[in-house]
T-cell receptor, first 115, second 114 residues
Framework: GAGVSQSPSNKVTEKGKDVELRCDPISGHTALYWYRQSLGQGLEFLIY????????KSGLPSDRFSAERTGGSVSTLTIQRTQQEDSAVYLCASSLAPRDNYEAFFGQGTRLTVV | SQQGEEDPQALSIQEGENATMNCSYKTSINNLQWYRQNSGRGLVHLIL?????REKHSGRLRVTLDTSKKSSSLLITASRAADTASYFC??????????????FGRGTQLTVWP
């Protein structure tokens, strides 16, 4: 595709429900990142996939959060038993091999609101 | 913890003036990148400077990198109202299990008044 695509754009869910956020990276990009941004704040790193290497999950805030990347392409971020503090914009980005100094391309994000 | 930190947190200037934003980081990097964000959604890449470079230009943007001080600056010359946005620096670490991971700072909110 032309860019990184995220869906849905907006998601309102009730506290305690599970949600899935999807990211379609740019074709051929080996690196994929998930970040979270609360209102007026910086980007909080969540998880990083690079090729066939084990993902860097060190940023996931709790075991309610998980992510997978199928076939080295599409990624899904799952939040179980959502809490109000999970409300934020979830941003996905993809890149060619980062060690070769390529920039990251971001999707428009999913705004998650937990009520 | 995130390693990039921008300074100042907010900057307000008049059109035509120059805007300078600074970024400090903690560990060895492969490159440093600057991004722009409008309206709290997707970020757009502006410029990348490699660890062996000291200065880079792109249009009205000038980026410097001082690896001895672990700092970078972004200069926007002759600013325009359309430059109003949040600006973030991101560092790509160069070693270990986090190779390639991008760390972002909290950003500088730039407001350019017409």
């Amino acid at each position: 595709g032309a860019g990184v695509s995220q869906s849905p754009s907006n998601k309102v869910t009730e506290k305690g429900k599970d949600v899935e956020l999807r990211c379609d990276p740019i074709s051929g990009h080996t690196a994929l990142y998930w970040y979270r941004q609360s209102l007026g704040q910086g980007l909080e790193f969540l998880i990083y996939f690079q090729g066939n290497s084990a993902p860097d999950k060190s940023g996931l805030p709790s075991d309610r959060f998980s992510a997978e990347r199928t076939g080295g392409s599409v990624s899904t971020l799952t939040i179980q038993r959502t809490q109000q503090e999970d409300s934020a914009v979830y941003l996905c980005a993809s890149s060619l091999a980062p060690r070769d100094n390529y920039e990251a391309f971001f999707g428009q994000g999913t705004r998650l609101t937990v009520v | 913890s995130q390693q990039g930190e921008e300074d100042p947190q907010a900057l307000s200037i008049q059109e035509g003036e120059n805007a300078t934003m600074n970024c400090s980081y903690k560990t060895s990097i492969n490159n440093l990148q600057w991004y722009r964000q409008n309206s709290g959604r997707g970020l757009v890449h502006l410029i990348l400077i490699r660890s062996n470079e000291r200065e880079k230009h792109s249009g009205r943007l000038r980026v410097t990198l001082d690896t001895s001080k672990k700092s970078s600056s972004l200069l926007i010359t002759a600013s325009r109202a359309a430059d109003t946005a949040s600006y973030f620096c991101a560092t790509a670490v160069d070693r270990g299990s986090t190779l390639g991971r991008l760390y972002f700072g909290r950003g500088t909110q730039l407001t350019v008044w017409p």
